[in-house]
C-alpha cells in the first residue's frame, strides 16, 4: 500500500474532470494515516514521504489499521448524507474500536505504550475530518454544483463554437434587435 494513489488511472476510460476523481477518491486520507503510522511527513517540495520518526508499530499493525479504516474512509461515505450526530457516533466508534485494538495487540503489533495516544489521536482526527465532509450531504452538494457549472461552461463554450469564423453573421432578427436593444 506505500505506493502513492493515482487517480489517472482509476476509470481510465471515462471522460472525466481529474479535480473532482480526486476530491472524491477517500484512498489519499488512508495514505496519509498509513503514512503517518510509518513515521513518514509528505514533503511538499520533493513530492514524496520522508521518514521522520520510527513507525509506530510493525507493518501487521499498519495493514490492520489501513484495511479496517476502509471500512470508513471510503466512496460511499464520501457521497452520503450524514447528520452531526452520525458523524459523532461513527467517529466515537473509530475512536473506540483503535484504542481497544491498541490494548488488545499492543504487544503482538509491536506498539510501545507512550504511542497510544499518538496513534488514537493521529486516526481520530483523520476520519473525523473525513467524515464531516458528507455532513448535511456537503460533499454531495458541492460535487453537483461544481458539475452545473462545468456543464454551464461546456455548454457556453459550444455555443460560441458554433458562431464559427462569420462571427454570428447569420443571427436571428430577434437576437439583432435584442443585442441593439442591450446596447
Known amino acids: 500500500m506505500s505506493e502513492a494513489f493515482d487517480p489517472a488511472l ?39 514521504y520522508e521518514q521522520k520518526v520510527e513507525p509506530l508499530m510493525s507493518e501487521e499493525g499498519i495493514n490492520y489499521f489501513v484495511i479496517t479504516l476502509r471500512k470508513v474512509i471510503n466512496k460511499n461515505t464520501v457521497l452520503a448524507n450524514l447528520k452531526e450526530e452520525d458523524v459523532n457516533r461513527i467517529s466515537a466508534e473509530v475512536r473506540k474500536s483503535t484504542i481497544n485494538f491498541i490494548f488488545m495487540n499492543y ?34 452538494n458541492r460535487l453537483m454544483t461544481t458539475q452545473r ?32 436593444v442591450m446596447n
Open 10 to 48: 482509476s476509470n481510465q476510460n471515462q471522460p472525466r474532470d481529474d479535480s473532482l476523481i480526486w476530491t472524491l477518491e477517500p484512498m489519499p486520507v488512508i495514505l496519509e494515516i498509513e503514512q503517518l503510522l510509518r513515521g513518514k511527513i509528505f514533503n511538499e517540495l520533493s513530492g514524496v
Open 107 to 140: 504487544d503482538r503489533f509491536e506498539i510501545s505504550k507512550e504511542m497510544f495516544d499518538h496513534i488514537v489521536e493521529t486516526i481520530d482526527h483523520q476520519v473525523y475530518c473525513f467524515l464531516t465532509r458528507p455532513k448535511d450531504a456537503g460533499e454531495r
Open 149 to 180: 457549472h462545468l456543464e454551464s461552461h461546456i455548454q457556453r463554450d459550444n455555443a460560441n463554437q458554433k458562431k464559427g469564423f462569420l462571427g454570428g453573421l447569420f443571427k436571428s432578427r430577434e437576437n439583432k434587435e435584442y443585442e441593439q
